[in-house]
């Protein structure tokens, strides 16, 4: 499995940014897909997921409400559509491919099998 990440870049406070995660590999729809966000001098933290199906979805209480996880299994993408963003959210973003399926775990690095490279986000106030 192989990831790629794309769709950062700098937006103004309060505005909205795209991310995209193609995955190169089989059986897409049976990978619970995640992202995960690292802002500088700080730990990886958990931001979204998605179930294979699309159907279930988990947030980061920081980001509920204003940030939505999407999949398209035609097209084997993940997306994270992110609105109201601040400063705050500035961060390197990474999605990530679990092939254990969903469950509680979602929100822990160790679940993932698959990262990939990461896309920067940049927040101006």
């Known amino acids: 499995v192989q990831l790629q990440a794309s769709g950062g870049g700098l937006v103004q406070l309060g505005g909205s940014l795209t991310l995209s995660c193609a995955f190169s590999?089989?059986?897409?729809?049976?990978?619970?897909m995640g992202w995960f966000r690292q802002a500088p001098g700080k730990k990886r933290q958990f931001v979204a997921a998605?179930?294979?199906?699309?159907?279930?979805?988990t947030y980061a209480d920081s980001v509920k409400g204003r940030f939505t996880i999407s999949r398209d299994n035609a097209k084997n993408t993940v997306y994270l559509q992110m609105n109201s963003l601040s400063p705050e959210d500035t961060a390197v973003y990474y999605c990530?491919?679990?092939?254990?399926?969903?469950?509680?775990?979602?929100?822990?690095?160790?679940?993932?099998?698959?990262w990939g490279q990461g896309t920067l986000v940049t927040v101006s106030s």
């Open positions: 990530a491919a679990a092939y254990t399926g969903w469950d509680y775990r979602v929100v822990r690095e160790d679940k993932y099998e698959s």
């Open positions: 590999g089989r059986n897409f729809r049976t990978y619970a």
């Open positions: 998605i179930i294979g199906s699309g159907g279930i979805t």
